[in-house]
Nanobody, 125 residues
Framework: QVQLVESGGGLVQAGGSLRLSCAAS????????MGWFRQAPGKERELVAT????????FYTDSVKGRFTISRDNAKNTVYLQMNSLKPEDTALYYC??????????????????WGQGTQVTVSS
């Protein structure tokens, strides 16, 4: 069982930055692929970024490439999402999720077994 707790969301002006953190419980964090998803009102949940167990492989949705960076610290059981040059269309509830144990990244929500409660990110224009 893995429990995930997100933090770091908030209100920011367009062009600003935020760093989301996701703290995971359990001793098997280093074997899990981790992902950040987001869901805006009236829209489906979408993958933002994913990182494999070692941090060697990452994937980003096109709309955040060059602006967001996913990283992890296995010693701290934590995954991060650094978000720069934020836009109003980035406004959403952001979720952390865990898939595994596995070696590869995971793209689809159904591949993830564990989910956090979410942290709200609001970008004003």
């Amino acid at each position: 069982q893995v429990q995930l707790v997100e933090s770091g969301g908030g209100l920011v002006q367009a062009g600003g930055s935020l760093r989301l953190s996701c703290a995971a419980s359990g001793r098997t964090f280093s074997t899990y692929t981790m992902g950040w998803f987001r869901q805006a009102p009236g829209k489906e949940r979408e993958l933002v970024a994913t990182i494999n167990f070692s941090g060697a492989n990452t994937f980003y949705t096109d709309s955040v490439k060059g602006r967001f960076t996913i990283s992890r610290d296995n010693a701290k059981n934590t995954v991060y999402l650094q978000m720069n040059s934020l836009k109003p269309e980035d406004t959403a509830l952001y979720y952390c999720a865990a898939a595994g144990p596995r070696a590869a990244i995971a793209i689809m929500p159904r591949e993830y077994e564990y989910w956090g409660q979410g942290t709200q990110v609001t970008v004003s224009s």
